[in-house]
């Protein structure tokens, strides 16, 4: 059964720094790998897509590595803001079409 | 466009009421899904229809009924719900077929419903 866990579950940062969220994986028999984010109460926005075959994926101030052969996956957001504060969610697609999630890294940035 | 509309945004029922949630998207996507979240908790997959059938039940209890009527329309038949099934009801889209890999999933805002 794949297992996505993701560390810290919550983090606080002052405004302006960089922020590196991680994200681990049992099973390494992937398709891809996306990166969600989650404001209380709302949906989830898809951020990022990662092939299997890719190692590094870029939009904007993000950037998510993908290490397919030891389970990891980081995102990284740049120069922080307070409107990036929200949830952030990892899952991989593997077999049968099926979607793991983590449990998500609770983000709060400090003005 | 990449938008999963849900309706309704909130719904509040009774235990003994049937209501339904929809979820509609246009972006031809041929799999559709049913999420279920739990505050502070991740989305647990209840459904997933590929080419308008059921192909994934998670073991899901009988008072969730999904339909997919076409193939951009999804919904979801409650009847009978308990109290414990309130929650935010999350649908979600993707293609399907060989290319898994560049498949991605789109999510609609979800529906808050609260069982009483």
């Known amino acids: 059964k794949q297992e996505v866990t993701q560390i810290p579950a919550a983090l606080s940062v002052p405004e302006g720094e960089n922020l590196v969220l991680n994200c681990s994986f049992t099973?390494?028999?992937?398709?891809?790998l996306q990166w969600f984010r989650q404001d209380p109460g709302k949906g989830l926005t898809s951020l990022l897509l990662?092939?299997?075959?890719?190692r590094e994926q870029t939009s904007g101030r993000l950037n998510a590595s993908l290490d397919k052969s030891s389970g990891r996956s980081t995102l990284y957001i740049a120069a922080s803001q307070p409107g990036d504060s929200a949830t952030y969610l990892c899952a991989v697609r593997h077999g049968n079409n099926r979607l793991a999630f983590g449990k998500g890294n609770q983000v709060v940035v400090i003005p | 466009d990449t938008e999963v509309t849900q309706t309704p945004k909130h719904l509040v029922m009774g235990m003994t009421n049937k209501k339904s949630l929809k979820c509609e998207q246009h972006?031809?996507?041929?799999?559709m899904y049913w999420y279920k979240q739990k505050a502070k908790k991740p989305p647990e997959l209840m459904f997933v229809y590929s080419y308008e059938k059921l192909s994934i039940n998670e073991s899901v209890p009988s008072r969730f009924s999904p339909e997919c009527p076409n193939s951009s329309l999804l919904n979801l038949h409650l009847h009978a719900l308990q109290p414990e099934d309130s929650a935010l009801y999350l649908c979600?889209?993707?293609?399907?077929?060989?290319?898994?890999?560049?498949?991605?999933?789109?999510f609609g805002q979800g529906t808050r419903l609260t069982v009483v």
């Open positions: 979600a889209s993707s293609h399907v077929g060989r290319r898994l890999r560049d498949t991605e999933a789109f």
């Open positions: 990662i092939q299997s075959s890719q």
């Open positions: 099973d390494s028999a992937i398709y891809n």
């Open positions: 972006m031809g996507h041929r799999a």
